[in-house]
T-cell receptor
Framework: AQTVTQSQPEMSVQEAETVTLSCTYD???????LFWYKQPPSRQMILVIR??????QNATENRFSVNFQKAAKSFSLKISDSQLGDAAMYFC?????????????FGQGTTLQVKP | DTGVSQDPRHKITKRGQNVTFRCDPI?????LYWYRQTLGQGPEFLTY????????KSRLLSDRFSAERPKGSFSTLEIQRTEQGDSAMYLC?????????FGPGTRLTVT
């Protein structure tokens, strides 16, 4: 069975600085997708970024980028130029690559605090 | 662009009562998912529909839980004979094949 582990329950960053959130996963599959979701306090989950396992190039979305290390089964999220609005719980998630599945497997989450 | 909507947003019920939640997905999405999230934890998968067909169910979905998506549009999740352990946020998501977009959730409190 696949598992996702986020080993940092809490992180903090100074506004305008850069922070990296860690995620590791375990799978025997070669075809899969990885995601980072953001969940602000009392607000809904927002998709931040997606990475296909078959792509070597790391995904980037504006200030958000990932470091995908397939051999190490590591998938970290880097947030550049942190803003107060980035404060939230961040979840790493895994999806098998099959067409007939849809289940996301989530990590435990990392709470990010942004200090002004 | 209308996102995923869920109704009600909050539900307080007494143990033993039945509750039903509704999810309206983004209109062009044929895939719909239900998850359960307890405080401070990541969401846990419950079930998944492609159009009206329920294709995957978690073992978390006990026989007290049932989900439907009768016409491939909105979906309902029913919990019968609620227990205190059912207290959680119930999240619905929809999406194309490889992405999921979440609704605001229904927070269930069983007293």
């Amino acid at each position: 069975a696949q598992t996702v582990t986020q080993s940092q329950p809490e992180m903090s960053v100074q506004e305008a600085e850069t922070v990296t959130l860690s995620c590791t996963y375990d799978t025997s599959e070669s075809d899969y997708y990885l995601f980072w979701y953001k969940q602000p306090p009392s607000r809904q989950m927002i998709l931040v970024i997606r990475q296909e396992a078959y792509k070597q190039q790391n995904a980037t979305e504006n200030r958000f980028s990932v470091n995908f290390q397939k051999a190490a089964k590591s998938f970290s999220l880097k947030i550049s130029d942190s803003q107060l609005g980035d404060a939230a719980m961040y979840f790493c998630a895994y999806r098998s690559g099959g067409r007939n599945t849809g289940k996301l497997i989530f990590g435990q989450g990392t709470t990010l605090q942004v200090k002004p | 662009d209308t996102g995923v909507s869920q109704d009600p947003r909050h539900k307080i019920t007494k143990r033993g009562q039945n509750v039903t939640f509704r999810c309206d997905p983004i209109s062009e999405h044929n895939r719909l998912y239900w998850y359960r999230q307890t405080l401070g934890q990541g969401p846990e998968f419950l079930t998944y529909f492609q159009n009206e067909a329920q294709l995957e169910k978690s073992r978390l979905l006990s026989d007290r839980f049932s989900a439907e998506r009768p016409k491939g549009s909105f979906s309902t999740l029913e919990i019968q004979r609620t227990e205190q352990g059912d207290s959680a946020m119930y999240l619905c998501a929809s999406g194309p094949i490889y992405e999921q977009y979440f609704g605001p959730g229904t927070r269930l409190t069983v007293t």
